[in-house]
Structure formats: structure tokens, C-alpha cells
């Protein structure tokens, strides 16, 4: 154990980097989880079935509307009430996922209907059934149009993982065990904006990365 | 699998606290949208300004608004700020930190549309005589709220919804009202799927007024 002191030592730091892992950590898994589910909802949404269209635009609509903290508090009370008590951490990584599934469908819903009309038509004249022309011709494409827009959607779950401390999820986080070493140090300004300036300088460089890339496509398709 | 009995009388009885908060939640966010508005419109201008501090300090204010989490600006705002002996409300701190993120993203909507204006609007103006406060009230700003009135739709949306971060410091919104109750009366499932509803309809509500006004005023 080490000596109880009011400044902000080695050890905390330590303990800020492993937060600074569980977040990297939950946007990973929720990223992976949700863009998966995300993908199957969005193409589900691009065919031409009124029934899917209206149902999955329902699931998407109430997502989109209902604030992160409050899914995390539902999803985890339901889940108690069903009988299957979950782990906090769980239950935040599933809800986390489901909540970025909802913007992925819409994203992968844009990406798909950014294919030309020309392009699809062309690919079913050439004799490719539809799963043939859907991976061989709209999925490259549209996935190289909506790069960025998924990038954005990454990193804005990445600063929403900040929210699953409201479960009490037992590894903290960054933002949590910021928290759990100011009301030691009583020092909040410099904790937050260290904490702050991890988050900025990871947003920043792939915000940046995105921007490339997608100047490097606009040049492709016009060069 | 459910031997859970629901308890929704309990929800019913606190039903106008439940209001009361949500008036709080939309008083929050149609100010911190307005005020954001505002700064935003500044923010885009400085933006394309020729001066290189204004620009990059502009730059700076965008780039901390939206790569940093809203809930960290919302600590800074209430914790922070205290080491300067700032010592502001719940209240005040969340309305700043959520104007200081709508600001942000106001701006680069804002910056999106006055990009998607042809640029010789602005010569012309400027050529007219028009002072450049002039040029952008009169001529590129009218113009711009076309194309930017559904994303800045959204953002509102994404406001609210920012909005019930409040609950962590203590402010008594929708959602920081739903958690004392529930405090109370242990019946947490009802009471945030009651939150949960109220949040849904107000949302809808906004997004097709939205689309209704986005119809008539600018014919889609």
C-alpha cells in the first residue's frame, strides 16, 4: 500500500492510464459490436421492404432520442427485473453498442445509397445476382464513401464511454478515475485537463487522419 | 422470467415534479442553443477572417468543443473553475459548458453552409458597399439558414440530450429529477422509462416541427 498523500503522485498516473485503457477498450468492443449490428440494421433499411424500412426506423428514432444515461440506467434495471442481473460493465458495453448501432444503420444506409443508380444497374446487367453486386461492387464503394462519417461516429463514442461511470462500472474509466483522484487531491482543474488533453490529442490525430483520407478520395475520384 | 411487479401509481403521483424538471431541461436547451447560435455565428466568421490570431484562436475554440466529451466540460465548468474562484451553480456551469459544445458544432454546421454558398455572394456584397457585418447579415446568412436548418435541428436534439449530463453535479432536470425519485421509492425501471418517454416525445415533436417548418418555409 502506499502512504495516503494530498498530491498527485507516480501511482495516480498509472491509475489515469488504465482508465485511459478501459476507455479505449469499451470503444473498441461497443465500435466492433455495434458497427456489426449497425451494418446488418442499415442494409436491412436499404432493401426495398416498407416493413423493415418502418420498423428499424422506429428502433433508430428511439435511440436517437433518448439520452445515453438514461439507456444505461434502463437497460441495466431491466435486465434486473428479466432476472439476469448483469455485471455494470457489461450491461454499459451492450448499451453502448446499441445506442452506436442506431447512427451506424444510418450511416451504412447513406453508404449504400451513395452507390450511383448507373453502377448497381451495370453490375445486374453484367448477370451478378444481388449478394453478388452488394459485396462486389456497393460495399467497396460505399465504405470508402462513408469512411469519415463512421470515423466521426467512433469518436464520439469514444467521449460517450465517459458516461458508464454512471453505473457504477467497476474498472473506471478515464473520466471516473480522474474523478476518483480529485476528491483526494482536491485539485480538479489540472486532473480534468490532463484527462482532457488525452481525449483532445486521440480525437485530434485521427480527426486529422480522416481528413486526409478523405482529401486523398476526393482527389482519387476526380484525378 | 418476469415475477417483478410494475408499480407505475408511484410514477403517476410524481408526475408533475416529472414536468416541472422537463420545463427545466427545454429551458436549458433553447438557451444554449440561442446563446450557442450566437457565438457560433461569430466563431464561422472569425473563421474565414484574414487574421491570423482570430482564425486560430476561432480554430482553438471549435477544436476543443468537439473533440473533448461533454461531460468533461461540464466537470471543467463546475470543478474547474473553482481553482480561479469561480464558484458558479449547477445551473450556470451546465448551461455554459453545453453552450460552450454547441458552439462548437454550431460553428463548423454554419462554416459547412457558408462553404455550399457560391463565394462571389460575399464579393459582391462586399463590392456593393456593404460593410462586411452588413454583407454577412444581409446576404450570406439568410442564405446559409436554408441549408444548415436540419443539421442545426439535430444539434438541438443533441443539445437536450447533453442536457441530462446535469444529473451528475446535481442539477435537478428531467433526468437528475428521475434519479431522486427513484431514490425514493426504489422503483427505478418506471421512473426512467417514464423519463425515457417524455425525452422520446419531445424529441419527436421538435424533429417534425422541424421538418413541417423545413417543408413550408423553404419548400424542402
Given amino acids: ?223 | 422470467m418476469f415475477d417483478y411487479t410494475f408499480h407505475w401509481r408511484v410514477v403517476l403521483k410524481q408526475w408533475p415534479q416529472l414536468l416541472k424538471a422537463g420545463l427545466l431541461t427545454l429551458e436549458i436547451t433553447v438557451m444554449s442553443i440561442l446563446l450557442g447560435l450566437v457565438i457560433a455565428m461569430v466563431l464561422a466568421v472569425l473563421r474565414k477572417s484574414e487574421n491570423n490570431t482570430a482564425r486560430a484562436m476561432a480554430g482553438m475554440w471549435v477544436a476543443l468543443a468537439r473533440n473533448t466529451p461533454a461531460l468533461l466540460q461540464i466537470y471543467i465548468a463546475y470543478f474547474g473553475l473553482g481553482t480561479f474562484g469561480l464558484h458558479l451553480s449547477p445551473y450556470i456551469s451546465v448551461l455554459s459548458a453545453i453552450t460552450f459544445n454547441n458552439a462548437g458544432y454550431l460553428a463548423e454546421i454554419l462554416r459547412g453552409g457558408i462553404d455550399a454558398i457560391n463565394p462571389s455572394q460575399r464579393q459582391t456584397a462586399l463590392g456593393l458597399g456593404l460593410t462586411p457585418l452588413q454583407a454577412y447579415a444581409y446576404v450570406i446568412f439568410p442564405q446559409v439558414l436554408k441549408v444548415v436548418f436540419l443539421p442545426i435541428t439535430n444539434q438541438i436534439i443533441l443539445a437536450m440530450l447533453n442536457s441530462s449530463m446535469g444529473m451528475v453535479i446535481g442539477l435537478q432536470e428531467l433526468t437528475g429529477m428521475t434519479t431522486f425519485l427513484q431514490s425514493q421509492t426504489f422503483r427505478p425501471f418506471e421512473f426512467y422509462f417514464a423519463a425515457a418517454v417524455i425525452y422520446f416525445l419531445v424529441a419527436k415533436i421538435a424533429s417534425t416541427a422541424a421538418s413541417l417548418i423545413a417543408v413550408r418555409h423553404f419548400k424542402g
Fill in chain 1, 1 to 223: 500500500m502506499y502512504p495516503y498523500v494530498t498530491h498527485f503522485t507516480t501511482h495516480d498516473l498509472i491509475f489515469m492510464a488504465q482508465g485511459a485503457g478501459i476507455t479505449l477498450v469499451l470503444t473498441i468492443v461497443s465500435g466492433i459490436l455495434g458497427t456489426i449490428l449497425g451494418f446488418c440494421i442499415g442494409w436491412a433499411r436499404s432493401t426495398r421492404s416498407l416493413i423493415l424500412f418502418y420498423i428499424f426506423g422506429a428502433y433508430i428514432d428511439v435511440i436517437r432520442s433518448i439520452p445515453l444515461i438514461i439507456q444505461f440506467v434502463l437497460f441495466n434495471s431491466f435486465m434486473a427485473i428479466a432476472g439476469y442481473p448483469l455485471n455494470p460493465f457489461f450491461s454499459g458495453l451492450i448499451t453502448l453498442s446499441i445506442y452506436i448501432s442506431g447512427y451506424v444503420a444510418e450511416v451504412v444506409k447513406a453508404g449504400i445509397e451513395s452507390v450511383p443508380k448507373t453502377t448497381k444497374m451495370a453490375a445486374r446487367g453484367l448477370g451478378m445476382t444481388y449478394l453478388h453486386e452488394f459485396f462486389y461492387i456497393v460495399l467497396p464503394i460505399g465504405t470508402r464513401t462513408v469512411f469519415p462519417s463512421w470515423i466521426g461516429l467512433m469518436l464520439g463514442l469514444m467521449k460517450d464511454t465517459s458516461l458508464i461511470a454512471v453505473l457504477g462500472a467497476t474498472p473506471p474509466e478515464l473520466l471516473r478515475s480522474s474523478q476518483i483522484i480529485i476528491t483526494r487531491i482536491q485539485q480538479p482543474l489540472l486532473v480534468l485537463l490532463g484527462a482532457g488533453a488525452f481525449y483532445f490529442a486521440l480525437c485530434h490525430m485521427i480527426t486529422q487522419f480522416s481528413n486526409l483520407y478523405e482529401m486523398r478520395w476526393r482527389e482519387a475520384l476526380e484525378g
